[in-house]
Each structure stands twice: as C-alpha cells, then as structure tokens.
C-alpha cells in the first residue's frame, strides 16, 4: 500500500510519490508525460487520456473533454464557463456541470463528478503501474480559492475512483514545502511569493515561513491569465503570417484553430528552452502546408501584453498583503508557464536585486516549475501515512490551525543601538527562540518590538562611466527594523558562565511573552503583556 | 550587525516590563510539513471556549463571495439593447457597477464582469436562451473590454453622461455646497492632475478658495469624445470615403472639447459668482477699505488743523518780529513803511508792497546773480536741477530784498561748497524764522 501526493489541475495532473530515502520521484504516465493533460476523449468504444485525448482536439472535439477541474463541486448556476469553446461545451447535467459525449453510439450525459472518477482512474493506474503496488492514500492539493463544498465532490469523486484522499493541502503551501525541503531552507524566517501560472488561470499568494510554519498573508487570482493567452497571441501571430502568404484564413475552421494551437504549444515549450524553434502545419487551411520560424525575441515581442500582465499580477499580491516588494526575501516561481524566461526576468525586475526569483530560467538547479505542488503534496503524504484519519482530521481543527501571529518582530538592541530580531513578525505562537551572546557580564537587556524603516542608501556611479553621469545616482532600498516600543529592561550583573549569556523568548498560548536571561545558573524573567 | 550588549548603566538595578507588545492577529497557519506535524503533537489539550473562539475570530486571507454586491438587476430595457449599438448602452449599468462608476477599481470591475458572466452566458439561459439571444451577453464582454483597457475606459468615462451631475437650475433656490460641491467633484475627475481641490464649506479660508477656482479655470482636462466617433469603415475599398469620415471625426471631437472646455469655464464663473463666501470676502475687502479711507481722511483732516495752527503762530510771530523792527528801526531813520507791512507775511510776495533800501537795478541784479549761482556751481555735482531751481524759487519768494543783496555779493567769486553753504545757512534761518517751512525746500537745510 501506497500514499502518493497528487496535484490536480486544469489543463494538468502530476503525481509524485517519496521513496524510502526520502527522494521524491515524480511519475510518469505510461505515455512518459510527467505533466499529465486532464483531457479525456471518447471514440467509438474507446477512452482516451492525457496527451492522447488531447491530440483529439483535432479531430473530434466535440467528445474531448478539458479544463474540467474548476466545475467540482460547483452547481451549473454558479459556475463560470468560458467564452469560447473548443472542445466540448459544458451542459447542466440534474444541477451541476456536465458534458454531452457520443460513447459507443450513444449520446450520453456525464456530470463532472463522474469525469474527474474517470480521469483519477486513469491516474492511479499510471502510478500503480510506477509504483508496483496498490495506491490508496492521497494526498490532493487545491488551489486556495476553493471551498469546502468542492473539496468534499472532489473526495466523493477520488473515492469512487478508488483513491482515499488523506488531506487536502494548499497549492502554494505544498510548492513552497517542496522547494524548502529540496534546498534544506525549512527552517529559516522568510517572506515568499509563490506564483502559479497554470494552463487557464494564474494564482499567487504572499507566504510566511517561520521555524517550518507557513502562514498565506494574501491570495490573488486571475482567470484570465495564463498559458492559453500566450498560445492564443502566438496562434494570432502565425496565423496573420499564414494569411500574408496564403490568403487564406486559418481562423475559419475549428479544425485549422485546434491544430494551430496544437502546434504553437509546442513551439512555446521549445521556446523556453533554445533561442529560435520552427513551426510546421501541414494542410493548415484550404490546403495549405504551413511551415515557419520564430526566435525567442519575436515571441517575447508577440506575448509582451501578457508578460507584463502576470508581472503586474505577482505585485497587486504583494500589495494585497499589506507589503512592498522590498519586505520580499523570495519568489518561488510555479505552473508550466513559469518555464518562460521572459516571465522569469520580468517578474525579477519588480523585486530589488536582494529578492531572488526561482525558475529554471534563472537557475538551472531548480526544480521543474510543474512538479513543485506535486512534490509537496507527496511529502505531506509520506509524513501522514502513518496516522489513522482521525488523528489526521484532529490536526486540521481550527483551535489547532488558527493560531494568533504577532505583528511586530520582538528582539533586542545591542550596544549601537540596532535591533537584534529574535522573533520575526508574522510569528505564530506558542513559539520559544533564543539567542546566545559572548559577555563578560554586567549588561542591561532591553526587550523591544522592532519597526519597519526603509533605509536608503545611493550607489555611487562607478569611475571611468562619465557618459551617464547625468542619469540620476540609484537608490538602494533596504527594509531595516529599529528599535521602537521598548517592552522590557533586564539588568544582569556578575560574572556570566564561560563568558555566555542566553537571552530566551517565550511567547505561551494565552499570549503572554516570557522574556528570560540565563547564565549557568543564574537566570532573570520578566513578562509582558499584549495590548 | 554586532551581537555585543549595552553595558549596564546605575540607574537600571530591577528587571521589569516597561511596555506592551502589540495585539496579535488570529490567522490560520498551513497544515503542512513536519514541523506543523511536530507543533500539533507537541500537544495540549483545548477548552471547549478556545474551540469556539478559535472558529469565529479568524483573519482570513481568502475572502469568501463578497461579488453580492455586484449582483444587480439590468433594465429591461438594457437587457434588450442592440449589441451592434453598444457604444450606446451604460456600460458600467451593464456590469452592475452603476453605484462606481469612473471610481471602480480594475478588480472591481473584473469580479463584476464574473458575476455578470455567471448570469447572462448564453450556454446558461436554457429553454429562454438560445444562440440569437446573446446579444446582451456581447455587450457584457464589450463592457469588460472597454473598462479593462486603460484607454478606452478614459474615452468611455468622457461621454459617460450618467456620471455627470446637472448644476442647480439658475434662480433658483438651493444650498450652494450641497449643489456644487458633487458636481465639481465630478468635473475634477477629467482632471490630469490629482488630487483635485474641493469645494470646501462655508468655513473654508480664502486662499482655499481661491485656489480652488483658480485650480478649476485653468483645469487640464483629459477628456476626449472619441468613443462618440462614427465608424470608419474597415474595407480598403473607398479610401476617400475613409478619410473623410475620419476628418469629420476630427472635426467633432475638436467641436465637442472646444464645447466642452467653454461649458466648463462657464459653469465656473457662474459657480464663483453665486458663492456666498466670495461675496462675503469682497463685502470684508470693501468694508475694510472704506474704513482704511475714513481712517485716512481723519488724520489728513488732522495734519492740516495742525498745518493751520502753525501757520498762525508763524504769522502771529512774524508780525510781533516786524512790529519790533519797526519800533527799533522807526526811530533813526523813520521809514514808517515797514511798519505797513504787518499782517502782510504769508510768504509768497514778501518784498512786494514795501519799500526797501534796495533800488530795483540792484534788487534785479541781485536776484539774477542768485539764478545764476546754482547753475555756475553746476548743481554742486548733482543731477537734481529742478528740486534745486525750485528752492531757489522759493528763496527769491521769501528773501526780502537786503538778504537778497546780501546773499548775491557773498556768492560772488564764492566756490561751489560755500555757495551751497550760504544757502543752507539762508535757509536755515528762514526756517528757524518761520518764513519757511522744513518741507517746502527740496535741496537745501536737509
């Protein structure tokens, strides 16, 4: 028996699952797809999933089933269908969305529940053909716009499908636990930006990691934004180019769009990774073959609405969360539309040069942007599979997960006056930190809350550059903490134990913050009290 | 950053809690990872009220449906537009965004068009639908489109007539501030430079105010009418007639702006016309300046009383002066004529109607010799001719005809300074004399 982690998306589902060394392995589709397209498609008798039915948006779209994720657990009043349709069109089926597919001969209704059964039993066959051992224990990840009715069709449906769903985690949490674990960073306090750019939409949320705690400050979402956009104004692109040469028009025909576009994802993909990547059609419209080539810059120029679009997007987040980009150490790039470079540099750009964006367009050693979520999640199953559903459901109440965040950093001032941090802001308590300084003794412990001060310093112009000596001097931007509210005084006199002097602060679960000073066996407390 | 602690200063001995920390926030944290893992199994068992608040006073990152109030029924009317005449129907209206408007944020209005799309997709409307009833679902993503792009929404916003607020009908009766002050609110929208003034209250100071009509005459407005353009035809086919309907277009954007600038600085003047407080600034101006000018006229009324006083005590002196002379100079020469000349002293024609010792041919000479000395000296340096002349005026006025002998044979071959000396002594005397006065002479005795 096995738990695997699970990310279920729009345009695609990953599975991943962690071996006994504690590795991660992401597996692949008996296609040898990693990043498994949700589309089912029905011919005749036959079932077709993944890239398979993709490839039938062609040929027979009507009966191709994609970009069904979002319907879970949504009734057919309150959902959002697209606005242009190519594949097939979503239908109320008794209340809920559903799909009119020709199977076998027969024109049958299915609801979305039953098409998500269907896709996750494709699913676990692909991981228990991987694995060689039965697959039980999921754990599916969610974006953090989905409600609890959603949750529960999309478990109703998994189970049906014969998968056990543990728990459902956060996308952007099971991102950022994936790329922490991977970098061996848990543990550090940081502030992170996880962006997603999927197939149909782009989410992001403002994260805080403290001492392994994440807590999402803001979420944002845009439905409008994502891959298919980039695709939709490279197909516009070649398809104005087609028109030049030919004159004839590609857009006429489903047909022609479908594998314009078909094309044109995979042209992107190539993008990303070398400068320049052809493009070949054959019989695109009324009969003409259609063959060209773009580079990198080219399709830069063609997508650049929708580059600075998402750019813009990471940063409305960030504002959302009541912060600037300067208060962000990293942004943790996510979605198969992350590949891009241009994305990558343009995201970059909004940040100060401190703040790091990690894509593999910036670093190579970065985990492929599809497979974080799945990683996540098939960490967050290997920790759980031991525990009974009961004692997994206990540790998802709220009285254990809603905990109350201090709001300003508590720490000390040293002997310049700056302030030491021993508890960052945002920290959730009960929270115990340290801090252990070389002292003769004799020295008074000022405990105090910080405030945030943008420090800035100019850079001075380099020697030898005269040409751009009438640009304006660059200002540096610095997030820096002073000391403000002073909460405590501790004196401490004597000799200190091998020269050490620990400084602890506790904050309990009623609130109240226990500040101590150790030394060998002396030891001074004071507590302080919110407001 | 150094990890070294202030030394301990005497006055510190206790430790103690000198301030509060600030309140904490309740959000919920991420149940993922081994460290939440190892959180929850550090254990502690919960009371039943920890349970409950935990639920209840929660900051969620994710707000849930708050688009309810985006959810408002069109018109009929609107519903049935013909969406080939979009650029006609009220776009924000068909958003459900009618209480925004030109303030609607861009999130706003996407979560509109969402709600919006829920409502009137064709795909949903069933049996009532249909494919040929999509026509206000077109005007709906019309909608979207315009108010997304920055561009066109400006254009929209410049002919969006709804947001507009009429100005209270002339001659009527109305509260000034309730009247205007949303309307200038309105009209500052179009204004390039934000934020814009208000219109204040009756309290509002006058620079203010000022600066408030001074802001709104010279407005720089972005305001544009091409959203009112008729189409220009996309065919290649009649490229004149393209053009011409572009000119046109033109043309009446520039008409429609001219109109609109004009109607504009028209409901300014009217708006600082009617202005009670404007009125009453110039009420306070006038009333001060007529109470300046009454302060004036007192104290001239004032100076030439004393001017008077002083002229009859000259005068009075001058003839208790002449009376002497006349008794001390009656005896040996008996010349009963200066004694004629009491009451006669009122400066100007001194040495007419007496006689003097003096024969005309010298009197002429000497006054001649006088004229004549000012300009010999050259002004004694200075470019001031005329106040010198007219001193000199004023001397040959006053000096009986002895002084004016006198005076003429002392600057005889005199140099430029004692000539300049001999006057300012003449002048003195005649001052200290009372002939003249201090403010009569212009050059001399200053």
Not at chain 1, 303 to 318: G, L, N, P, Q, W
Request: aromatic share 8%; hydrophobic share 35%; with cysteine.
């Amino acid at each position: 028996m096995s738990f695997i982690g699970l990310h279920f998306g729009n345009t695609s589902t990953s599975i991943a699952v962690t071996k006994g060394d504690g590795k991660v392995d992401v597996i692949a589709s008996p296609d040898g797809e990693r990043a498994i397209p949700s589309a089912l498609s029905y011919v005749g008798t036959d079932e077709y999933h993944g890239g398979q039915a993709l490839a039938q948006l062609i040929r027979n779209p009507q009966n191709t089933i994609i970009n069904f994720r979002d319907f879970a657990g949504v009734s057919f009043d309150k959902a959002v269908l697209p606005e242009i349709v190519n594949s097939a069109k979503a239908i109320n089926v008794d209340g809920k969305v559903g799909y009119e597919i020709e199977e076998d001969g027969k024109t049958t209704k299915i609801t979305v529940d039953e098409v998500i059964k269907r896709h996750f039993q494709q699913i676990k066959a692909a991981a228990e053909d991987y694995i060689g051992n039965k697959v039980e224990g999921v754990v599916l990840t969610t974006p953090t716009n989905f409600s609890d009715e959603q949750k529960k069709a999309l478990k109703s449906a998994t189970k049906e499908a014969g998968l056990n769903v543990l728990q459902f985690i956060n996308e952007p949490s099971a991102a950022l636990l994936a790329h922490l674990t991977a970098n061996n960073k848990l543990e550090e306090d940081r502030i992170y930006v996880v962006a997603d750019f999927g197939g149909v939409r782009s989410d992001a949320a403002v994260i805080t990691a403290r001492g392994g705690i994440f807590t999402i400050l803001a979420t944002e979402h845009n439905f409008e934004l994502g891959g298919d956009q980039l695709d939709a104004a490279l197909s516009e692109f070649f398809a104005k180019e087609f028109e030049k040469k030919y004159k004839a028009n590609p857009r006429k025909t489903q047909r022609s769009l479908a594998k314009l576009k078909s094309e044109c994802i995979t042209t992107k993909k190539t993008l990303s990774n070398v400068q320049s990547s052809t493009i070949s059609i054959d019989s695109l419209s009324d009969g003409f073959d259609f063959h060209s080539s773009i580079n990198r810059l080219r399709y830069e120029v063609v997508a650049r609405d929708i580059f600075s679009k998402m750019a813009a997007f990471v940063e409305e987040t960030v504002r959302k969360a009541g912060l600037e980009t300067l208060d962000i150490d990293e942004v943790l790039l996510v979605g198969g539309t992350s590949n891009t470079p241009r994305l990558a540099s343009n995201v970059q750009f909004i940040f100060p040069e401190s703040t790091v964006v990690v894509s593999p367009a910036l670093d190579s050693k970065a985990l492929d942007p599809s497979e974080l979520i799945c990683r996540g999640a098939a960490l967050q199953a290997a920790l759980i599979e031991s525990y009974d559903e009961d004692e997994i459901n206990q540790s998802l109440q709220p009285v254990v997960v809603n905990l109350e965040h201090i709001a300003k950093p508590i720490g000390l001032k040293n002997a310049d006056g700056e302030f030491i941090q021993i508890i960052s802001r945002e920290t959730a308590y009960p929270i115990k930190r340290s801090l252990t300084f070389d002292t003769p003794g004799d020295v008074l412990i000022e405990l105090y809350e910080g405030e945030r001060t943008i420090e800035e310093s100019t850079v001075e112009p380099e020697e030898g550059e005269e040409e751009y000596s009438d640009e304006e001097p660059e200002v540096l931007k610095k997030v820096v903490y002073v000391p403000g509210q002073l909460l405590a005084q501790i004196p401490f006199k004597g000799e200190t134990a091998n020269g050490k002097l620990e400084v602890i602060v506790r904050i309990t679960v009623d609130g109240l913050l226990q500040a101590t000073v150790r030394s060998g066996d002396k030891v001074e407390r004071v507590d302080v009290h919110s407001t | 950053m150094s990890l070294t602690l202030p030394a301990l200063p005497s006055s510190v001995s206790t430790a103690a809690s000198l301030g509060k920390y600030t309140a904490a926030v309740r959000k919920p944290i991420e149940p993922v990872g081994r460290h939440f893992l190892a959180l929850y199994l550090w254990g502690h068992t919960w009371s039943e009220f920890e349970k409950i608040q935990a639920e209840t006073d929660v900051k969620k990152a994710e707000d849930v449906n708050e688009d309810a109030e985006f959810d408002i029924e069109q018109s009929e009317e609107l519903i049935e537009h013909d969406p080939r005449d979009w650029k006609s129907a009220d776009l924000y209206a068909v958003l459900g965004l009618n209480n925004y408007r030109y303030k609607a944020t861009e999130d706003q209005i996407r979560r509109a068009y969402r709600v919006q799309v829920l409502k009137h997709h064709p795909d949903k409307m069933g049996e009532k639908g249909g494919l040929d009833k999509d026509g206000f679902f077109k005007i709906i993503q019309k909608a979207h489109e315009t108010l997304m792009d920055p561009v066109k929404r400006q254009q929209f916003d410049s002919v969006d007539e709804e947001a507009n607020i009429e100005p209270p009908a002339p001659k009527s009766k109305y509260d000034f501030f309730e009247a205007w002050g949303p309307l200038f609110a309105s009209e500052g929208r179009f204004s390039k430079k934000q934020p814009v003034p208000e219109l204040g209250n009756a309290d509002t100071p006058k620079e203010e105010v000022d600066a408030f009509y001074k802001f709104f005459s010279n407005l720089d407005s972005w305001r544009t009418f091409e959203f009112l353009d008729e189409d220009v035809p996309d065919d290649t086919s009649n490229r004149y007639h393209k053009r011409m309907i572009e000119k046109k277009n033109k043309a009446a954007r520039q008409k429609r702006k001219t109109e609109d600038n004009k109607r504009l600085s028209e409901l300014v003047r009217r708006a600082a016309n009617e202005d009670p407080r404007l009125k009453a600034f110039r009420d306070k101006e006038k009333e001060e300046k007529n109470k300046k000018k009454q302060e004036r006229e007192a104290e001239a009324a004032k100076a030439a009383e004393e001017v008077k006083a002083k002229r009859e005590a000259v005068e009075r002196a001058r003839a208790e002066a002449a009376k002497a002379r006349a008794k001390s100079k009656a005896k040996p020469s008996y010349q009963p004529i200066q004694t004629q000349s009491k009451g006669k002293g009122k400066g100007k024609g001194k040495g007419k109607g007496k006689k003097s010792t003096v024969s005309k041919e010298q009197r002429t000479e000497s006054k001649i010799n006088i004229r004549n000395s000012v300009k010999d000296a050259n002004y004694f340096g200075t470019e001031l001719q005329s106040e010198i002349d007219h001193d000199i005026n004023v001397f040959l006025d006053n000096f009986e005809d002895e002084k004016s002998v006198e005076v003429s044979n002392a600057i005889a071959g005199a140099t430029a300074d004692a000539v300049k000396e001999i006057f300012d002594a003449a002048a003195k005397e005649y001052i200290e004399q009372g002939f003249i006065t201090a403010d009569d002479l212009k050059f001399f005795a200053k």
